[in-house]
């Protein structure tokens, strides 16, 4: 089963993925999908608010974090990473339950890049907001390095997110029922 969708004007065959007995998803990977990386880069940065900074959680958001810096002429961009890496000098930490990861995630900031976004503004991206829980994880990082949030973008609003008023996305993806209709 699949979903099609429009993302600001480019079609894309989404899977239905199995969450639960009774909840289905559209899977929607950019890995590997140069067209919609750059489109939706592209798109996302027309309805983008003034920021200084562009931050995304680890891993899926990569592609469309690297894209926006580079269209934008940006020459630095922050990742919140799954956990520590040798290389830190330092972490913020905070933990995160998202809908699509088993059990409890961590996302950390290096403290070099903590005082970089310091008084900044910090427009934080996503591929897919859902239940808003690795947004939230990357605001409280933003918050406690004592960055400020400029906005809150993702290429889709997946279920309850499409009715929030404090994210900027491309398209809304409904959630499914087993049979691959859409969830009321």
Do not use: W
């Not at 940065?45 to 934008?72: G, N, T």
């Not at 830190?88 to 996302?107: A, C, D, N, P, Y």
């Amino acid at each position: 089963m699949t979903y099609e969708m429009d993302i600001a004007g480019l079609k894309r065959d989404l899977p239905l993925c199995k969450v639960t007995d009774d909840l289905y998803i559209g899977a929607f990977v950019m890995f590997g999908d140069v067209e919609l990386t750059v489109h939706c880069a592209t798109e996302l940065l027309k309805r983008a608010p003034e920021y200084d900074y562009l931050l995304a959680p680890e891993a899926k958001s990569i592609p469309l974090l690297y894209e926006m810096a580079r269209q934008s002429g940006a020459d630095k961009y922050f990742l919140a990473r799954k956990g520590p890496k040798a290389y830190m000098s330092g972490v913020f930490e905070v933990t995160v339950q998202s809908i699509t990861t088993k059990g409890t995630q961590r996302l950390v900031l290096d403290t070099a890049d903590a005082e970089l976004i310091r008084g900044k503004r910090i427009l934080i991206l996503d591929d897919v907001i859902s239940t808003g829980e690795s947004l939230r994880a990357t605001e409280t990082l933003v918050n406690k390095a004592g960055g400020i949030i400029a906005g809150r973008m993702a290429v889709l609003a997946e279920g309850d997110a499409q009715f929030r008023d404090d994210i900027i996305y491309l398209a809304p993806l409904p959630l499914f029922n087993p049979d691959g209709s859409i969830k009321e």
